[in-house]
């Protein structure tokens, strides 16, 4: 039976759910929703992003990746989707950063700031990049996905 795909459910109380214990309460939701809540997962994965420099983003995205990989050693699919949610924020948060000196997009009154081209932060966006781009495509993952999504929504 294929059940139609749940939305991010932010009415859930992040802070008291282990959600390696109860995987059946997560849903996959849009890019990057959730990444900050989900726990253990943003513990373990969080102390290792960073995307500054090209080399901190290198180490980063590594890091990371392996833990993807870790992840689906133990077919661990929230974890894995968690590392996946993090390798795309290291990506569009150095885009921002790439775009707007700060990583502020807006002015004080609301206006779009000027873009601009900090090749260092576009370096630190590509290298995530290709990470995310093995992580949402690896195999395994998106069988994991579905069953995930057909199972849970």
Request: hydrophobic share 30%.
């Amino acid at each position: 039976m294929n059940k139609q795909k749940k939305e991010f459910d932010y009415s859930l109380d992040y802070g008291s759910i282990d959600f390696r214990k109860h995987p059946e309460l997560y849903r996959v939701g849009r890019g990057e929703q959730g990444v900050l809540m989900v726990e253990p997962y943003k513990s373990e994965i969080l102390p290792h992003w960073r995307f500054k420099t090209p080399e901190i983003a290198e180490k980063s995205s590594n890091k990371i990746y392996q833990q993807f990989l870790d992840y689906k050693s133990s077919k661990d699919f929230v974890g894995m989707d968690m590392a996946r949610k993090f390798l795309q924020m290291g990506y569009t948060r150095a885009r921002r950063y790439t775009n707007y000196k700060g990583g502020k997009k807006y002015k004080q009154d609301g206006e779009v700031k000027e873009r601009q081209n900090d090749p260092v932060k576009a370096e630190s966006a590509s290298i995530f990049m290709e990470k995310w781009k093995l992580a949402r495509e690896d195999q395994d993952y998106l069988a994991l996905k579905k069953m995930h999504q057909e199972k849970y929504g």
